[in-house]
């Protein structure tokens, strides 16, 4: 039998149970999903694959594979009318290329929540509500500025607006449900 002097065995193999997932999830192979602590979180990497306007993959400098929502917004679904415009803008806009995240949460599909910056300093968020590609996420940010934008964009009938009457995404997933 192992003795283990003064220590609890139960303690003893929970540490040997946490240790041993620390070990498996720090393994760097490039599948491990950010631990954001929600504070604001920066992080620098490569635009690797678009999922859709409003998700993409990114690779950070240590090889670790993200995947990224972008905060306060949302695009068209992919059998909603603009979609294929959406994904077109963002991967025109960041496939390939260098950009900055801002991570301000963690959703419940492991995506980090972010704001993304890439080019000159633009920031994607907006810039799709500028060109009308995304609705202003209300559920999520009560932001004047990027209600301001959408309304530009929908006063110009810029992208989604040129519908006479686009179906927001959130109602569009509800009725997909029923």
């Known amino acids: 039998m192992i003795s283990f002097g003064n220590i609890n065995p139960y303690i003893f193999f929970l540490s040997i149970l946490l240790q041993s997932w620390l070990c498996v999830n720090s393994s760097g192979n490039g599948t491990e999903v950010y631990n954001a602590s929600f504070k604001t979180d920066t992080l620098t990497g490569k635009v ?19 995947r990224v929502r972008l905060a306060n917004i949302d695009c068209p679904e992919k059998k909603q009318p603009f979609s294929k415009s959406a994904k077109q803008f963002v991967s025109d806009a960041i496939f390939g ?59 110009a009938k810029l992208g989604l607006w040129q519908d006479p009457n686009p179906i927001p995404p959130w109602e569009w997933r509800a009725d997909r449900k029923k």
């Open 97 to 155: 290329k260098e950009v900055t995240i801002t991570v301000l949460s963690k959703d419940r599909n492991k995506r980090l929540i972010a704001n993304v910056k890439y080019g000159k300093g633009l920031i994607l968020n907006e810039e799709l509500l500028k060109h009308g590609y995304a609705w202003h996420f209300v559920k999520y940010s009560d932001d004047p500025s990027l209600q301001q934008l959408e309304d530009a964009a929908r006063a």
């Open 48 to 66: 690797v694959s678009i999922t859709d306007g409003d998700t993409f993959k990114l690779l950070t400098q240590d090889s670790i594979l993200h």
